[in-house]
Nanobody, 127 residues
Framework: VQLQASGGGLVQAGDTLTLSCAAS????????VGWFRKASGKEREFVAA?????????DYADFVKGRFRVSRDDAEDTVYLRMNGLKSEDTAIYYC????????????????????WGQGTQVTVSS
């Protein structure tokens, strides 16, 4: 069981890229999904999360607020991360993962609370 991120690539600063996170062997409905990234030489960090069913909740790291937008399509068991205004410092491997707890009320930025990590997708932003 994994969540597989895709859609990464090499782009120019200021470009837009949309990542997809597809579930294999599980359903995402009722579980929050988080996006994280790991740049070379840095720790893995929280980027964004989306949760909820009838009322969608989102949370963003300060460094992506206003630029990135997370959304989900539970019918397709897919979560998206639209990244606008990309900067060179956004260069990293991006991962998605599912919250360990079904229906958790509050979104958590802690990677320890997420499971079913996939291999990630590389995003490279040239300046």
């Amino acid at each position: 069981v994994q969540l597989q991120a895709s859609g990464g690539g090499l782009v120019q600063a200021g470009d837009t890229l949309t990542l997809s996170c597809a579930a294999s062997g599980r359903r995402l409905s009722g579980y929050a999904v988080g996006w994280f990234r790991k740049a070379s030489g840095k720790e893995r960090e929280f980027v964004a999360a989306v949760g909820g069913r009838t009322v969608i909740r989102t949370d963003y790291a300060d460094f992506v607020k206003g630029r990135f937008r997370v959304s989900r399509d539970d019918a397709e068991d897919t979560v998206y991360l639209r990244m606008n205004g990309l900067k060179s410092e956004d260069t990293a491997i991006y991962y998605c993962a599912a919250d360990k707890i079904f229906g958790r009320i509050s979104l958590t930025p802690s990677p320890d609370e997420y499971d079913d990590w996939g291999q990630g997708t590389q995003v490279t932003v040239s300046s």
